[in-house]
DNA sequence: CCCGATGCTGAACACTAGTTCAAATTTTTT
DNA sequence: AAAAAATTTGAACTAGTGTTCAGCATCGGG
């Protein structure tokens, strides 16, 4: 007898397919959105979804399995926006309308700030991020490919990062409480593109 | 007698010419240079330069009066190296520069984060980050005046919120690992400011 | 009907943080 | 040198956090 597998005494963890398990994930975005990453521990996002701080851990035995976790779904929501935007008439404003939405700007802004604190959670972030830069200089090149070059071209992965950092950068500002420029740095970018692919109409 | 001030017992402050003080301040920004703003807690400050905890109180009663210390110190620091990048002879380029400089962009990314979220220290950021704002509007106005409403132009207080959001992007970005497309953004950046105010050679 | 898997709870431990304050120490003033 | 003022310290209190774990509850199948 004996053998089978030599497991540490692996400690009981709840199911993948738990409600509460789903209560949770959501229960911390709902944190993170109002207060911010760092607000986010196990014992608030207990009180928030009404449940005791044991059986968050009974679902995610560490802080950054919790996270991950809520990184996981957020990013799957993300793509399957880009997915959308992507399919619709106008991809490249539809882009740029993702990119200026405060809701998701907002979370992935924390996400950014999380990642640079949290080892743990770095890889994944990152991975994700570029991913979704790769995905983007496809659909741009596809798109723009000949015009890229002209004279107020802009390689695609260019176009990818100021198109993601101007909106960052309006976002987090506003929520400072600065908005000076920022009419004028919108109104630019529409201009931008609208020279850079003209409305169909 | 009696009268005199209606005085709230106040408790005793260290002079703000001390020695001690400025080096808590020098120890926090080291810290949260090397490890965030969420490590900048007095305890930390006091072991980094090597004084107790106590003592960082007797200068700064609270954590937040410690920050705004630190930020007005940086602040400082950075309006010094705005003046310098408007005095010398080619402004634009130098506060493009500026923006991208990985050191300070780091700390004013720090400090975005600290005033999202933490009340007592959002006003004078946001103040200081409009007052910059506006200054650098008055700088491009005088020096682009005519070329910003070419085809390629963009108003004053668009372009400054541009630089600054594509390089705070930069920078996140890399501290995330993700360096995919940073090239390309950096050259469309120089070769769109080379059509909008040619270099002088 | 019992039994094991699964879900949940309470209590506890170790640690970090902010802050206060009386007392000790050092420096400055007289 | 004595007195006053400024600086520094030690110890403590409060509060929050991560995490563990033994055990209670419940519930579906054998």
């Not at 949290?118 to 991913?131: C, E, F, L, Y």
Request: charged share 25%; net charge neutral; glycine share 6%.
């Amino acid at each position: 007898m004996t053998v089978t597998a030599p497991e540490v005494t692996k400690r009981r963890i709840g199911a993948e397919s738990s409600e509460t398990r789903a209560l949770i994930i959501a229960a911390t975005e709902m944190v993170i959105r109002e207060e911010g990453y760092s607000a986010a521990s196990t014992r608030r996002v207990a009180l928030r979804a009404g449940l005791k701080p044991s059986l968050v851990h009974y679902y995610f035995p560490t802080t950054d399995d919790l996270l991950l976790a809520v990184f996981e779904r957020g990013a799957a929501k993300s793509d399957e926006m880009i997915e959308a935007a992507i399919a619709s008439g106008d991809p490249v404003r539809a882009l740029w309308r993702f990119f200026s939405d405060d809701s998701r700007t907002a979370l992935s802004v924390e996400y950014l700030a999380l990642a640079i604190r949290r080892p743990a959670i770095r890889a994944k972030i990152a991975t994700h991020s570029d991913a979704m830069r790769k995905q983007q200089v496809e659909l741009f090149e596809q798109l723009l490919g000949a015009r890229l070059n002209g004279p107020d071209g802009c390689p695609p992965a260019g176009l990818s990062v100021i198109l993601a950092g101007i909106g960052r950068a309006l976002f987090m500002e506003s929520a400072l409480g600065v908005s000076t420029g920022h009419k004028e740095a919108t109104a630019w970018v529409d201009h931008w593109l609208d020279r850079l692919l003209p409305p169909t109409d």
